[in-house]
Every structure is written in C-alpha cells, then in structure tokens.
C-alpha cells in the first residue's frame, strides 16, 4: 500500500495543481520564518556553489548576473526613455 503523506510535508514538485492553494496556505508568513526561509536559501547556495573543493567562477557570477538584472530592473523607466530620445 502506499503510504499517505500530508500536504504540508510534500514539496512543491510532489504538490499537485488542486492542492497548491492549502500547501501553500499552510506556510508560516512570520518575519521569524520569512528571515528564516532566507537564511536557508543564503546556506543552500553557498554550501552548493561557494564552498566546495573545486570552486569556480559560477558561485561569483551568478551573484554578479543577480545584481545586474535588478539594477536594470530598477532602472528601467529612465532607460526606456533614454532609448527613445533622438541625438540631433
């Protein structure tokens, strides 16, 4: 027989389309679990990518791509109008 797993415990590729909603309802949205949720997010990636034997440039350059993307994100109303106006 297969086991029954509870909705809270499965993860988000285990979660079906009709059982999104209540998963996603049973998160905890407190600033203690948000800074938390960021926190393992932050360890996740630099156990993964910085803190390896053979390190490369990837860890460093995804960060650098990161940083760029919301600066022109950011940026982007002045830059649209920058594009549009005519040098003459």
């Known amino acids: 027989m297969a086991s ?3 909705v809270k415990e499965k993860k988000l590729m285990d979660v079906q389309l009709g059982e999104l909603p209540s998963w996603i309802l049973m998160w ?3 600033p203690k679990s ?3 949720a960021f926190q393992r997010g ?3 990636y630099y156990n993964k990518y910085v803190n390896v034997k053979k390190g490369g440039i990837a860890g460093i350059s995804m960060v650098l791509a990161a940083y760029v993307l919301f ?4 940026c982007y109303k002045e830059l649209k109008h920058e594009r549009l106006r005519k040098y003459h």
């Open 4 to 6: 029954v797993v509870q």
């Open 28 to 30: 905890d949205f407190t």
């Open 34 to 36: 948000i800074a938390g």
């Open 42 to 44: 932050y360890y996740r």
């Open 71 to 74: 600066n022109y994100c950011r």
